[in-house]
């Protein structure tokens, strides 16, 4: 079965810092990953995916995640984080080759510090 | 384009009654989903529709049930509701609702059961 665990409920960063979003995944296959994001009071945006390829995948914002398929992660980053960063994120997972259904992460909080 | 709509925007209900959720997906999308959102349980995944047939179906007791209409619009309706049913209630669409396609959001349906 597929699952995704985003082990911190919640990450502070000091603005101008480098920020990281952990999360890992297991599927039966190939997974597709996301990254999605919500503002307060706000449906969730898309942020980046990966499909294939690059493991380094570039996204909206400035934000970027990194695709290891032997730890099974797929972390989110950005170098430099801005107080509008501040937001609920989500990892999600879905089995490539199947028509699966879209399994998220339970979120991660992500509070940047003036 | 004008996005993903959800109506309403807030619902208060009281435990035994149901309720109707309304989604407008973006046009051309044919692909319609459905997640509750909680703070406990993050999101989970309700059920898909695409061209009006039930795609995939989430782990949810059979209160909860979907339809799509031929314009892609979709309905959700939650019979008999308990107060654990109290949640955002979000819509996502994609064009085609394959595997590899980011979704499309919209702002949410906040329901309370008292």
């Known amino acids: 079965a597929q699952s995704v665990a985003q082990p911190e409920d919640q990450v502070n960063v000091a603005e101008g810092n480098p920020l990281t979003v952990k999360c890992t995944y297991s599927v039966s296959g190939n997974p597709y990953l996301f990254w999605y994001v919500q503002y307060p009071n706000r449906g969730l945006q898309f942020l980046l995916k990966?499909?294939?390829?690059?493991?380094l995948v570039k996204g909206s914002y400035g934000f970027e995640a990194e695709f290891n398929k032997s730890q099974t992660s797929f972390h989110l980053k950005k170098p430099s984080a801005l107080v509008s960063d501040s937001a609920l994120y989500f990892c999600a997972v879905r089995d490539r080759g199947r028509d699966d259904k879209i399994i998220f992460g339970k979120g991660t909080r992500l509070h940047i510090l003036p | 384009k004008a996005g993903v709509t959800q109506t309403p925007r807030y619902l208060i209900k009281t435990r035994g009654q149901q309720v109707t959720l309304s989604c407008s997906p973006i046009?051309?999308?044919?692909?319609v989903s459905w997640y509750q959102q909680t703070p406990g349980q993050g999101l989970q995944f309700l059920f898909e529709y695409f061209s009006e047939t039930q795609r995939n179906k989430g782990n949810f007791p059979g209160r909860f049930s979907g339809r799509q209409f031929s314009n892609s619009r979709s309905e959700m309706n939650v019979s008999t509701l308990e107060l654990g049913d109290s949640a955002l209630y979000l819509c996502?669409?994609?064009?085609?609702?394959?595997?590899?396609?980011?979704?499309?959001f919209g702002s949410g349906t906040q329901l309370s059961v008292l």
């Open positions: 996502a669409s994609s064009p085609q609702g394959a595997a590899n396609e980011k979704l499309f």
């Open positions: 990966y499909i294939t390829g690059d493991n």
């Open positions: 046009s051309g999308h044919r692909s």
